[in-house]
């Protein structure tokens, strides 16, 4: 029984130093960063964002590879299954780590076991807009409207089961009002075709609606959060405009495949907390509406764990299902 033990040690020890050589040797090739939605979107913007300060920090690419599709599905499991060597991340959200457990009775991944968190990178809340040609100037006369013409108000999302999906059913149930959901493969081409006035309403990311609103091109009456965005400060809360207690707040964050060494993931933590940290980067992102939130893998890992119970919560008392 002794041998054993000490071939143990010795395999842990073992393994415990080639992690650390690899760390120290790592990064030397450039990194693939996967996002679970087309160019155009919020996630996409803040992952090239990161990405290019990052690059600097670690002195390679970051390659944004952009698989969208299934409301962040494909791009979640393709993250999930890849090597396990720091070289590939996967940019996680609310939608793909936190709703999709509770959406799905089998999802190709495990949310928890196979990601390793990196740190969390920014929350932000989302912003409730609507087409210039829809009457309502405020969350209270669109609640109104809609609930004068049940399902003559349709909104978008970037996918059935995502967080913009998810948000505008919570908003339903909150109000009793009955919209009628339109899914697209994807944040920008919902946008897009908001914009257009294909749809009428939508609640979109900070970093991509937010450049339409003070464009006139679309018109903001609420965010989601428990506090005005201090980039759109004019807006007012939905809970302050009309649906008190309203809050759902988006977040985003850094993960790797499950099983990275530690080492590598502590390297990373480091970088990616030097980037965030950084008073260029609290600013930028700030502008955008977005709030840095740096943690360690470990905070990460526990408010991952902490969120899919949230909303698995709130997801059976909508009675909402993937398709």
């Known amino acids: 029984m002794r041998i054993i033990e000490i071939v143990m040690a010795v395999l842990a020890a073992a393994a415990a130093l080639s992690g650390t050589t690899m760390a120290q040797q790592f990064p030397n090739k450039p990194l693939r960063l996967i996002v679970p939605f087309p160019p155009g979107g919020g996630n996409d913007i803040l992952a090239r964002f990161v990405g290019q300060r990052l690059a600097e920090v670690i002195g390679q690419q970051i390659i944004i590879d952009n698989r969208g599709g299934a409301g962040g599905l494909i791009g979640a499991e393709l993250a999930a299954k890849a090597v396990p060597d720091g070289y590939t991340l996967f940019l996680a959200s609310i939608g793909n780590l936190a709703f999709m457990p509770a959406l799905h009775a089998k999802l190709p991944y495990d949310p928890v076991k196979d990601f390793a968190p990196l740190t969390l990178l920014a929350t932000s809340a989302f912003v409730l807009v609507v087409n210039p040609s829809v009457p309502a100037k405020t969350v209270k006369e669109l609640i109104a409207l809609a609930k004068a013409k049940p399902g003559s108000l349709n909104y978008a999302s970037a996918g059935q089961g995502s967080s913009l999906h998810l948000t505008g059913e919570i908003f339903k149930l909150a109000t009793g009002t ?47 959060g428990a506090k005005r965005s201090a980039a759109a ?22 993960v790797a495949p499950g099983k990275t060494p530690a080492a590598i993931v502590q390297k990373l933590n480091r970088d ?52």
Request: charge should be neutral.
């Open 178 to 224: 009955d919209l009628v959901h339109v899914a697209y493969k994807g944040g920008a081409p919902a946008l897009t075709d908001l914009v257009a006035g294909q749809v009428q309403i939508m609640f979109g990311t900070t970093p991509a609606t937010l450049p339409q609103v003070k464009a006139g091109k679309l018109r903001a009456l609420g965010v989601s």
């Open 233 to 254: 400060p004019e807006v007012p809360t939905i809970a302050e405009a009309g649906v008190p207690g309203f809050e759902v707040l988006n977040w985003y964050g850094i």
């Open 272 to 323: 990616l907390l030097a980037v965030l940290q950084s008073p260029q980067m609290i600013e930028s992102l700030s502008a955008q509406g977005l709030e840095a939130a740096a943690r360690s893998p470990e905070q990460f890992g526990a408010f991952i764990k902490s969120e899919i119970a949230k909303y698995a919560k709130v997801i059976k008392a909508a009675n909402i299902r993937a398709e």
